[in-house]
């Protein structure tokens, strides 16, 4: 089987994973990365013992090396983003892609095995101006924005471009601007300035030919950019007019020669189904707007039997980013911290961001050793990374320093341990820790809400009781009830 990256590169390579080489290291060893049967169906590749490598190139391009294990020969072709995209919508299946809004959600979509993405202006206006997308966001800001996306990831991304933001020589500045931010695709669209998002009140489209213009002025841009990003064209006219007109627009945009086409907020099945059967040779694209749109939320096997090619989904990464820190946030003012369960463990989220990749490339540079060589013999650098030096100060130290006080601060209770339980309203429980006495400091960062009570005072009043007392009963701002007993 052949694979094929290029019009005029033929690799006859069997190969069995990717990998993916840091651009910015010289480095001849790849960080290996097994990519999703998805992702390696979309390249076609058998099986075997040889591997793909992958990682940006120069201007935007992606490079590709094909190494064979039986013979270590290496074959090298650049692919575009666009190209990438392009190989996803000719091969078989539907092709989902979840919508991000910066570098970290594009980031998280990569590692989760999806083999492109979309940004959401809805998603993007959201967090970079806290703004609805009601039009407000710039060509500027959007353009910014998908650089850094791009930027982070190895897998095409599909940029929402609005109305073009503005007439047709704007929509041509859009798509040369797309281009170079590193763009696989751009999502036009034929609404009226200012815009409104999909799924909401008040749409309003341009005329017949304003729409085809713009689609027909960003080909003309690609053309002269010498790119080949991928246009996909965008009516919003069933809302705003009627589905008729909406698909007599999609028609005519593939007439002008739009890659893929796109009805947003159809309203069933049927119309779905109908509008898959226009122009049966250019794919089309469905929007799964979760929580609510107008368009029916139906599963990729679904989409693909009417005859969708790309389906988005652009408000899930979003939506549970606000329930999230919703919740975090009511915890934390409630006095509590939000639940091991709820969130990633620091070295889980050090890995995910990088950080372990960035300390391993880093030790290419690290000039320690030699400076060492030419003093003692001693990597003291290395040394102090790998075994720094941690005072430890214990209950017997700490009453040898109190020793020529009377009576120290915290004499006679090093022994003893508080217990903090907390229980919800509806009775289940939240917290239930042990700490020693000694540490009274630790106890706001177990619950917050302690903070301020003199726990000091306390255990003075109770130094002489055997144990099992009860400190303190009392409910917070959000109902859950907190005790500290003295152990």
């Known amino acids: 089987m052949k694979l094929s990256l290029s019009t005029d590169c033929n690799v006859s390579l069997p190969c069995t994973s990717f990998s993916q080489v840091n651009p910015f290291s010289p480095s001849s060893a790849p960080i290996i990365k097994i990519f999703s049967p998805l992702q390696r169906s979309i390249l076609s590749l058998p099986s075997s013992n040889s591997t793909l490598i992958s990682h940006h190139g120069t201007s935007g391009r992606r490079l590709y090396q094909i190494i064979s294990a039986s013979s270590g020969d290496s074959n090298q072709v650049y692919e575009s983003p666009s190209k990438a995209l392009r190989r996803i919508l000719d091969s078989p299946g539907i092709h989902q892609g979840p919508a991000c809004f910066d570098a970290l959600s594009a980031k998280l979509i990569e590692q989760a095995g999806f083999g492109y993405c979309f940004t959401s202006g809805f998603s993007v206006s959201a967090t970079r101006l806290g703004l609805p997308d009601v039009g407000l966001i710039s060509y500027g800001e959007m353009v910014d924005q998908g650089r850094h996306i791009t930027e982070a990831v190895s897998i095409p991304v599909i940029g929402d471009g609005d109305n073009g933001y503005g007439n047709a020589m704007n929509v041509k500045r859009t798509v040369r601007g797309y281009i170079r931010a590193g763009f696989a695709g751009i999502i036009l669209e034929d609404q009226v300035s200012p815009k409104a998002c999909g799924h909401t009140r008040n749409r309003k489209v341009v005329s017949r030919e304003e729409a085809v213009m713009r689609i027909k002025a960003a080909i003309d841009a690609r053309t002269e950019s010498g790119s080949d990003i991928v246009i996909i064209a965008r009516t919003d006219s069933r809302q705003a007019i009627s589905f008729d007109e909406a698909l007599w627009r999609s028609k005519a945009f593939a007439d002008a020669g739009a890659d893929v086409l796109f009805i947003d907020a159809l309203a069933s099945r049927e119309e779905m189904k109908t509008f898959c059967d226009l122009s049966p040779f250019v794919p089309k694209m469905a929007n799964m707007l979760e929580g609510g749109g107008k368009t029916p939320i139906l599963n990729p096997i679904e989409l693909e039997g009417i005859g969708y090619k790309l389906v988005a989904y652009p408000l ?28 990633p463990s620091f070295d889980e989220m050090k890995e995910t961001l990088g950080f372990n990749s960035y300390y391993e490339e880093e030790k290419r540079y690290d000039t320690s050793v030699s400076q060492s060589q030419q003093g003692d013999g001693t990597d003291q650098r290395g040394q102090s990374r790998q075994n720094p030096i ?14 020529y006080s009377s009576r120290g601060p915290f004499s006679g209770i090093w022994s003893r341990t508080l217990r903090i339980k907390v229980t919800g309203q509806d009775g289940s429980e939240k917290i239930d820790v042990r700490i020693p006495a000694g540490f009274l400091e630790g106890i706001t960062n177990v619950v917050p809400a302690l903070g301020g009570v003199n726990i000091k005072a306390l255990l003075d009043d109770a130094a002489e009781e055997v144990g099992g007392k009860l400190l303190l009963d009392f409910s917070d701002r959000m109902g859950d009830r907190i005790q500290v007993f003295l152990e």
């Open 390 to 403: 941690v005072e430890v100060i214990t209950p017997e130290i700490y009453n040898n320093l109190t020793a």
């Open 316 to 343: 899930s990464l979003i939506g549970v980013s606000i329930r999230a820190m919703q919740d975090a946030l009511s915890a934390i003012r409630g006095g509590r911290v939000p639940p091991p369960a709820s969130m």
